[in-house]
Every structure is written in structure tokens, then in C-alpha cells.
């Protein structure tokens, strides 16, 4: 049957996939998450020119947002949790359809029966189905970004924040995916206005942890292990990790992070778990070995899974919301919208207390109210030339090779220079003793990959202490690591807010068309990495 995708950085020859994903799915799971992003644009045509208001399909919304997440890269890899995906959003559809009086596109209104029928449908209408190759990049550039937004919004409504502005430009945007009418110019306003809603949703889900959970502090998180059966935590969903360690009081169960769930140690409402003991290894691509010397049971509340090696491992993976993995046990959603993790929690009982692979601390929580509250000291230490330059190196970490150059260059640094960084891109450098300048540390931690909003709300903070008109004339360089679709969203945001002459690697997106590169290039600035040397002088002078 074959397949085609390159919506992330290791796609095969930085062209794309096309027998198997490097991230381990397979090519039906490749076609059918290709059908489901279709049926979502489906959806989108009808309640765009349907004219239905979003505020009254909220059940819709968040299916949509769910489905989207599904698709992400290293979410979801079982077919028959797609394959029922797909039919719960076709009949969503066909009730949506009912109700309006307009013209219905093929995504509207499609009919399959069986998987065959999915995968034949499915091979027809994917990413290669548009032609011509500056309309398939950017209309691919503007989905991946709609993906990473609808992770970020399906967070927060599991918070129980919603914006109704977010899902109807969520509807708009991958229906104009669908019109061939669409020029290329109107695309490239389209990808902006992306990277606008980007900054709006981010906000909203800043806003959603922190009434919930309190302002990020700065922390000490331990990252040794204690002698008692442990579950360790991976993803990024705050809300599953607040119910699993309610769950887990008084249990003799530990509960460890993993990957991008480490920022939860900063929040003020977290520290209350004593069984909340520490984070245990590294980024998500060290897990093959990292899950094997844990012993106890895992569960991932979202993306960043790497297909287990071993069956022993598989059998002490759960995964919940949009994550999932053929063998693996899921957790659902109840309808009083709580989790029941006790078959995790059973299964924790009866295995050994991780083996511990490192100890010591790790410092975290510098996001924008936590920076905020030390602007004064920043700000004297800019002025008095004790900080030379930030260097954002925020966004993912990932398994080639050429990442090496990030640890490097981190270590490399000019010793009055800081590190802002957000995601598991930090995992190459916060474990380096790189110091402090007068007490403020030379890696400021703020947190998941979504909080890069915290990011930007330094910079804007920054360039109003300083009474700058540009974002740009601030003293900060922008040297950002990207994986999956969350950080193309997190990439047009920072577009959006007017950043230029970010250096992106460790390779430019194979998604990008040599014209759309030429766009980026001279309106902004896109630049590849070379090597740490020439970047440094680049980026730091």
C-alpha cells in the first residue's frame, strides 16, 4: 500500500516516510490517520459555510481537538483507536450535515464501511493529493501548526477553559486546506494568522495551569529514586497527573516524571503529593532503556511514545486521551470526566522499585511570573554587561546524531550569556553545571513545550523595560531544536510576534518547499544550523 508523511523532523531523508515511519507506525496507520485529518476538514466545510456556531457543538470541538492530537507524531499508534475515531467524527459529521442547507465537498460526505474502505479512501486523499508543491507545503504547514494548537486546546479544556475564537479558526483554517481557490499569498497570511491564534491558545492554557495550579516557582526537582514501587508518568496532560496522584495517597506508590511532564514539579499545587518523589531519565527518546531499568508501571497521557522493544515492557504501559498503542491497556475518560487509574496503580504493587540511574537535583520553574519577579535584577544585569545575551534554545529533543550540536553549543557559551529554554529540547543541557550570573542561573527552565509562551512573554517584558519599539533589538538570540508538530506551532507564533533570524535545526522541515524556505528566509530570516563555531559567531558575535 505504502505511505507518505514528513510532518516531522526525522522523516526518512528529511523527504518523508514511505514504507514505515521512523517514528515505528506502520503505513495502515499512517492512511487512516490521513483519513481522519480528512474527515476533520469535513467537518470544518460544514460548520464554516454551514455558518454553525461553534459555542453550540462544544461536544464537537473537543472530538475535533482530540483528533487532531491523535495524528501528532509518536501519539498514537493502534488502528482500531483510530479506525473508531474516524467513524465517531464521519457520524458527527453526518449529524452536522443534517442541519444545514449548503453544497457538501467530498470530505463531507464520503462513506466507508470497512478498514479496507478506510484504506482505500485513505491512500487517495493525503498529503500528496494536492499537486502542486508550494500549495501542498504550506497547506501542510498550516495543518501541522493546527495539530500542535489543538494539543495545546484540548489541555486546556480538559482544565475546563475553552475559547470559542480558537475552535471556529480551527473549522476556518483546515477548511481553506480543502479550497483549491486559495492562493498561495491568502496561505501565507493564513500561516500567520496560525501562528496568531498559536499565541492566543498558549495563553489560554498558561492560563488554565496557572488558576489551577499556581505560578510556576523556582524548584529543586530530585531526580534519584526512593526504595518503593513507583509509576512513572510521561506526556504533558497536568489534569491526568493531579488525578493519578490523587489516586496514588497513602497507596506506598511512588509517582516519578518522565520527558516533558518534569515542569509539573514547579507548580505551586503539585508540591503538596509527597508521592510526587522526582523525575526519572531524560527526553523521550532515551525511554527503550530508561523504561526497562524503572521496573514499574508507565503511563502516557499523550504523545511521545516510542514503540517498547519487549513485551515486558508493553505490559506495563497504559496510555489515556489521545495516546495509544496496540497491546497496551487505555484508560478512558468516565463521564463524570475523572479516571480511574487503580489497574495502574494494582499493577505498580506487584513490581520492583526502580533502579536508580542517576541522583542529585535539577533546577526549574523560571516561567514569565517567576522571571518576571526578578526583572529588576535581569534588567541591572543587562544594563551593567554581567548578561551579554540570552540564546532561546527552546523547542524538542530527538535521536539523531546531529542534536549533539545543542549540548555543545550549550557548553560552549560565552559565560555571560543565559539559556532560556522550554520542551524536552533542555534535556541536552540542564544537566551541565554551567553556572549562574550574581545568582541567576545560566539555564532558566520555564517549563513544557507550550510554555515558550512564557518565552515570548519575557522577550515582550524585556523590550518594554527597555523602551524598545523592536522585539528585535532586544539582546536575544534564537537557536530553537524542533521535533513534532508542537513546535511548528510554536515556531509561527514567535513569527507572528515579529521575531526574526531564528536559526532552526537540526534540519529545516522537509514539509518546507525550496520557495516557501525562499518566503521564510526573506521575510524573516529562517536560518539553518551549520556548526556551533560559525552559529556562535552568528548568533552571539
Not at 43 to 66: C, F, L, M, P, W
Not at 282 to 302: M, P, V
Not at 470 to 478: G, T, V
Request: proline share 3%; glycine share 8%.
Amino acid at each position: 500500500m505504502g505511505m507518505f508523511c514528513y510532518q516531522c523532523q526525522e522523516t526518512a531523508g528529511g523527504k518523508g516516510c514511505t514504507k514505515m515511519g521512523v517514528c515505528g507506525k506502520n503505513d495502515v496507520v499512517a492512511t487512516l490517520q490521513d483519513l481522519l485529518i480528512y474527515t476533520v476538514k469535513g467537518i470544518a466545510q460544514i460548520v464554516v459555510d454551514g455558518k454553525i456556531d461553534v459555542s453550540s457543538i462544544k461536544e464537537v470541538n473537543k472530538a475535533t481537538a482530540n483528533a487532531l492530537f491523535m495524528t501528532i507524531t509518536n501519539a498514537n499508534f493502534d488502528e482500531d483507536m483510530i479506525e473508531a475515531e474516524i467513524r465517531k467524527m464521519i457520524a458527527y459529521r453526518d449529524e452536522l450535515a443534517k442541519t444545514v442547507n449548503i453544497e457538501l465537498c467530498d470530505a463531507a460526505k464520503f462513506k466507508v464501511n470497512t478498514r479496507e474502505d478506510m484504506i482505500t479512501k485513505g491512500t487517495v486523499v493525503g498529503v500528496l493529493s494536492t499537486t502542486d508543491e508550494d500549495i501542498r507545503s504550506l497547506r501542510e504547514l498550516i495543518i501541522y501548526g493546527i495539530k500542535g494548537m489543538a494539543a495545546y486546546d484540548k489541555h486546556a479544556m480538559n482544565l475546563g477553559f475553552e475559547d470559542d475564537s480558537i475552535n471556529a479558526f480551527i473549522y476556518e483554517a483546515m477548511a481553506k486546506t480543502l479550497d483549491n481557490s486559495t492562493s498561495v499569498d491568502e496561505l501565507v497570511a493564513l500561516t500567520l494568522k496560525t501562528g496568531e491564534v498559536g499565541v492566543q491558545t498558549m495563553a489560554l492554557l498558561d492560563s488554565a495551569n496557572t488558576s489551577i495550579y499556581g505560578n510556576p516557582e523556582i524548584t529543586k526537582v530530585n531526580i534519584g529514586v526512593r526504595n518503593n514501587p513507583a509509576i512513572l508518568v510521561s506526556g504533558h496532560d497536568l489534569k491526568d497527573l493531579e488525578m493519578l496522584l490523587e489516586q496514588t495517597k497513602d497507596s506506598g506508590v511512588d509517582v516519578y516524571t518522565h520527558g516533558e511532564m518534569l515542569p509539573a514539579h514547579y507548580y505551586p499545587l503539585f508540591k503538596k503529593y509527597d508521592n510526587l518523589v522526582g523525575n526519572y531519565g531524560n527526553a523521550w527518546w532515551k525511554q527503550l532503556t530508561e523504561f526497562e531499568s524503572f521496573n514499574g508501571a508507565i503511563l502516557f497521557t499523550t504523545n511521545c511514545i516510542v514503540p517498547p522493544k519487549s513485551e515486558e515492557v508493553k505490559n506495563r504501559i497504559f496510555t489515556t486521551g489521545a495516546a495509544g498503542f496496540p497491546g497496551c491497556r487505555h484508560i478512558e475518560r468516565l463521564e463524570d470526566g475523572t479516571k480511574d487509574f487503580s489497574e495502574v496503580i494494582a499493577l505498580a504493587k506487584t513490581l520492583p522499585a526502580p533502579t536508580e540511574i542517576e541522583n542529585g537535583e535539577i533546577v526549574g520553574g523560571f516561567a514569565h511570573n517567576q522571571v518576571l519577579a526578578l526583572a529588576d535584577t535581569v534588567v541591572e544585569n543587562i544594563k551593567n554587561g554581567s548578561i551579554r545575551k540570552f540564546v532561546v534554545m527552546g523547542g524538542c529533543d530527538g535521536r539523531m546524531k546531529s542534536r549533539n550540536y545543542y549540548e555543545e553549543f550549550a557548553t560552549n557559551l560565552p559565560k555571560d550569556c543565559i539559556i532560556l529554554t522550554a520542551g524536552c529540547a533542555k534535556y541536552r543541557y540542564n544537566k551541565l553545571n554551567l553556572g549562574d550570573i550574581n545568582g541567576i542561573p545560566r539555564v532558566l527552565d520555564a517549563g513544557q513545550c507550550n510554555d515558550s509562551y512564557s518565552l515570548a512573554m519575557i522577550a515582550l517584558k524585556l523590550k518594554e523595560a527597555f523602551g524598545m519599539e523592536d522585539i528585535n533589538e532586544l539582546p536575544i538570540a534564537y537557536n530553537i531544536a524542533w521535533y513534532e508538530q508542537k513546535a511548528v506551532i510554536v515556531l509561527l507564533a514567535l513569527l507572528y510576534l515579529g521575531v526574526k533570524n531564528i536559526h532552526l535545526g537540526p534540519t529545516l522541515p522537509g514539509f518546507l518547499s525550496p520557495n516557501v524556505v525562499n518566503v521564510l528566509v526573506e521575510n524573516f530570516g529562517i536560518a539553518g544550523i551549520t556548526d556551533v563555531d560559525s552559529d556562535m559567531a552568528k548568533l552571539i558575535g
